[in-house]
């Protein structure tokens, strides 16, 4: 498999002042503060109830910081922002841009390897300058075969950060952020969810929104999942699903509408879903 380049614009909010660390770390899940300068960070924008928001990534630097939306509405992110800031934070906000970020596609099952945000090409790694650019297509089926939830059916503010597989995203260690009164009862009861993101493949035409049922169930009627993304690859379909606890052992599950068959194939459960109870 030749290696591609994944290369494309993001918003990106630009936030001016000392304050700038400070303001996000207690905006977001993730320690800014103790990641020291010019650092990626990865970091959820939750909702009070511990929902996500956004997904981002920030850079703090001697000015201020950039704060990178991967996922979820960046209008909304920066109109959030500059309702709460005020005077003391010591911080201004700036106009939404855009950036050029580039990262490897590899086999990880994670983003938070080497990638860049870019001022122009040249300043791309020497080993990289050669090596191809992936379709929108490609990075796509890339990141639903590694369980990625980037999808606007994943990040919309319905699901929880554990539930879409973002623990790695979420500081346990630092102090208070919106949400994590809510990410820390769902730590402390070990993980138990009521759902979480899996990974499918279909020999039919799947579309983001369909449910999801399991005929072997206890009740083989109600719906236990949904579809929040979908992507044709070869002759098959593939995607991502959130799937509630009671059918995340189903090795298969089939659309409530038509019945068709839908294999699950992710095998990346959290613990305290392993073994779902009703």
Not at 155 to 180: R, T
Not at 186 to 211: E, F, Y
Not at 248 to 253: H, R
Request: hydrophobic share 40%.
């Amino acid at each position: 498999m030749i290696a591609k380049l994944w290369s494309a614009e993001f918003p990106l909010i630009r936030l001016e002042g000392d304050g700038a660390a400070q303001f996000l770390h207690g905006q977001t899940s993730a320690d800014v503060c103790g990641a020291g300068l010019d650092v990626l960070v990865d970091a959820c924008l939750l909702t009070a109830a511990g929902k996500v928001r956004a997904l981002l990534e920030i850079r703090v630097d001697r000015n201020g910081a950039g704060v990178l939306v991967l996922a979820g509405d960046a209008e909304a992110v920066h109109t959030g922002f500059d309702t709460i800031i005020f005077p003391a934070d010591k911080v201004r906000l700036l106009p939404l841009s855009r950036c050029h970020r580039v990262q490897q596609l590899t086999t990880a099952n994670t983003l938070q390897l080497e990638r860049y945000w870019l001022a122009t090409s040249e300043d791309l790694p020497p080993e990289w300058l050669n090596l191809p650019v992936a379709s929108q297509e490609e990075v796509e089926r890339w990141r639903i075969r590694l369980d990625l939830p980037l999808g606007r059916g994943e990040v919309d503010g319905s699901f929880n950060p554990l539930e879409l597989g973002l623990e790695a995203w979420v500081s346990l260690s630092k102090g208070c952020y919106l949400g994590q009164e809510t990410i820390i009862r769902l730590v402390r009861a070990n993980g138990r969810l009521r759902q979480r993101l899996c990974s499918w493949q279909a020999t039919t035409s799947i579309s983001v929104g369909t449910k999801l049922k399991d005929p072997g169930g206890a009740v083989s009627s109600r719906n236990v999942g949904v579809v929040t993304s979908s992507i044709s690859l070869d002759d098959k379909r593939i995607g991502l699903a959130m799937i509630h606890r009671q059918a995340l052992n189903a090795t298969s599950l089939v659309t409530t509408e038509t019945n068709s068959i839908v294999q699950l194939t992710s095998q990346s459960i959290y613990p305290g879903c392993s073994k779902p109870q009703d």
